[in-house]
């Protein structure tokens, strides 16, 4: 009977072990709807999104970010996705509490909009100041 309890507590030591791992090649996955910025030491501007409330859904908007890092955080208890108006930009799902990657925003300034809520609306000033672009198309 004691030769059973040790070579069982010897086995469940052996399983925790590898368990544990501590330097096997297994591959990490990243979640498509927790998207995470690339460096924790960013200088990013923070755009965070707060509702579905039209113009008023990120904050800030107009953010002062043209030609600068920016991620958004999703402070709502909602999947989004933010894309720039012309498409050149996606940060993909954004679960709530999560934070999109880098993303540089156009010198110029830029409309964009959350593609799963198309109400939800913001812009970016332009790096030479003054007011974002008019915004025009089915996003405004």
Same mark, same amino acid.
């Given at each position: ?31 498509? *709807?927790?998207?995470?910025?690339? =460096? ?5 501007? *923070? ?40 498409? =050149? ?9 999560? *934070? ?41």
């Amino acid at each position: 009977m004691r030769s059973l309890l040790v070579k069982f507590s010897v086995g469940a030591a052996v399983l925790a072990l590898w368990s544990c791992g501590g330097g096997g090649s297994s591959p990490t996955s990243t979640s498509p *709807t927790s998207p995470s910025p690339s =460096s924790s030491n960013s200088n990013a501007i *923070t755009i965070g999104i707060t509702s579905q409330n039209g113009a008023r859904s990120f904050s800030p908007s107009p953010a002062t970010a043209g030609g600068q890092l920016v991620v958004f955080k999703n402070n709502d208890s909602i999947v989004h996705r933010v894309m720039l108006n012309d498409g =050149s930009l996606d940060t993909g799902d954004i679960a709530p509490g999560a *934070t999109s990657r880098e993303l540089m925003m156009p010198g110029d300034g830029t409309n964009y909009h959350c593609t799963i809520h198309p109400a939800m609306v913001g812009s970016v000033s332009p790096n030479s100041g003054g007011a974002p672009p008019p915004c025009q198309g089915a996003y405004c």
